[in-house]
């Protein structure tokens, strides 16, 4: 019986800490609420296959979505990195949970995208705008987000 508690104890202790990593899989990514992270993507034709993690960074404070855009610098760098913050955010006084993707390849970018809401085991479909390069992208829910997961990245003229 010990045994069994002291391995239901050392999964569970797992389980929280992979949940709080950002997780990456040749050109799929799982990122936790409170992460902004700075990818490197490598390309095959106009499909991104894989992506190194340049930095990671953990987000504590809830975030004024309009002060994040506001604050957006645009220019015209092409260095084919991609940014993602995953958080919780502010909106008018309201909680919300929000993807802000900046990403500078110079050409559009459609991907795909999978929530899983707090206390839920399963993944569900979420839909995402492309977007644009040089330019803030801001997707934003209500629901209470543990992680998203996001896959099938292509670039588009």
């Known amino acids: 019986m010990k045994k069994f508690l002291s391995l239901f104890i050392l999964l569970f202790i797992i389980t929280i800490n992979a949940q709080e990593r950002v997780l990456i899989k040749k050109s799929e990514i799982t990122i936790p609420i409170g992460k902004k992270i700075i990818l490197k993507p490598e390309f095959k034709k106009n499909k991104i296959i894989n992506f190194e993690l340049v930095s990671e960074e953990n987000i504590t404070e809830k975030k004024d979505m309009f002060d994040m855009l506001k604050n ?63 330019a803030a992208s801001v997707e934003q829910w209500r629901d209470n987000i543990d992680s998203i997961f996001l896959y099938d990245f292509e670039l588009i003229n």
Do not use: V
């Open 72 to 134: 957006f610098k645009r220019d015209e760098t092409k260095d084919n990195s991609i940014e993602f913050t995953f958080s919780e955010s502010e909106m008018m006084g309201n909680s919300i949970f929000t993807l802000l993707n900046i990403q500078k390849t110079g050409k559009t970018m459609n991907f795909k995208a999978k929530i899983k809401l707090k206390g839920t085991t399963i993944y569900q479909s979420a839909s995402i705008m492309p977007s644009s390069s040089n």
